[in-house]
């Protein structure tokens, strides 16, 4: 798996999408502190995971 953002006409899959130190919560409760968070993207454009680390906030939805 590449770190780096690459793949044909704008499309990228399986990237490793480092995002740095990130406090984390659950609605407006703080439970603590990061050192680094890391997601693997399955499928992204690359201005989509541009902006995706460029994010003050990020959202991580249960889909049920």
């Not at 659950?26 to 968070?37: H, Q, R």
């Not at 992204?44 to 680390?53: P, Q, R, Y």
């Amino acid at each position: 798996m590449s770190k780096d953002i690459i793949g044909p006409v704008g499309e990228v899959t399986n990237v490793l999408v480092d995002l740095g130190p990130r406090i984390i919560m659950t609605g407006s409760e703080v439970l603590g502190t990061a050192d680094n968070i890391s997601i693997e993207v399955a499928e992204s454009t690359t201005k989509e995971l541009e902006t995706l680390k460029a994010a003050h906030e990020i959202r991580l939805v249960s889909i049920p």
